[in-house]
């Protein structure tokens, strides 16, 4: 089993695809923000730098979150594999992570860049409508994933909410966020020779995909 990284723009696809990997072949999913958040309530000195950082707005040194991923990776769970979901974010924590690799004798794995067109991610988002109850998702425009009655919850029956923040002008900056951040990582892969492209527009197409390339 091989591990994988994904990088993807937002709304491509990369939670569920984590998710449909991680059950399919029992491997973690490891999120670097799960991994702080986890750290933060601890009592100890990096508990209380990484509560220091974030209340004041300021984003964690990537030493501490290194050290946390160094130490996530090392145990029993992750010796057939992991997904790395959201991190690394550009080339030098690429670099630092493939130091990490080699102190743990673990081979980088492959890369997935996930991809769909602008206008289909523009679509999953501003549409997105979910329940505040029992967390089902639903999408307002695509007709095969509106809920039966309108506003409602098809499971519980609760009112469904759109987050504020699911709107054009925020896609838009968060995806030019993602294209000029991430194009140096994706260029840093493409010449390592470990990436691989897969279009994410339809969700099973894509999961069939990257299950023959963790096949392979």
């Known amino acids: 089993m091989k591990s994988l990284i994904f990088i993807a723009p937002p709304a491509a696809g990369k939670g569920t695809q984590s998710e ?22 601890q009592d100890n000195e990096i508990g209380r730098i990484i509560r220091e950082k974030q209340d004041k707005g300021l984003l964690v040194d990537d030493e501490i979150v290194l050290n946390l991923l160094k130490n996530r990776l090392n145990e029993s769970d992750c010796a057939n594999g992991y997904i790395l979901d959201g991190f690394p974010r550009n080339t030098s924590q690429a670099i630092a992570y493939e130091k990490i690799l ?12 996930l991809e769909a067109p602008k206008e289909l991610l523009m679509k999953r988002i501003t549409g997105r409508i979910s329940c505040p109850k029992c967390k089902a998702v639903y999408n307002s425009l695509f007709d095969h994933m509106k809920p039966v009655k309108e506003g ?45 492209k897969v279009d994410s527009t339809d969700k099973d197409i894509a999961t069939i995909m990257i299950e023959g390339l963790l096949n392979d």
Request: charged share 30%; hydrophobic share 30%.
């Open 20 to 41: 449909i990997i991680s059950k399919k072949y029992n491997i973690p999913s490891i999120s670097t923000g799960d991994l702080l958040r986890d750290a933060r309530n």
């Open 152 to 196: 409602i919850c098809n499971n519980c029956g609760t009112s469904l909410v759109r987050r504020s923040d699911d709107n054009e002008e925020t896609f838009n900056q968060r995806f030019q966020t993602y294209i000029d951040k991430t194009e140096p990582l994706i260029n840093y892969y493409k010449e390592k020779g470990n990436l691989y």
């Open 102 to 113: 080699n102190e743990l004798n673990k081979e980088l794995g492959i890369v997935i860049l």
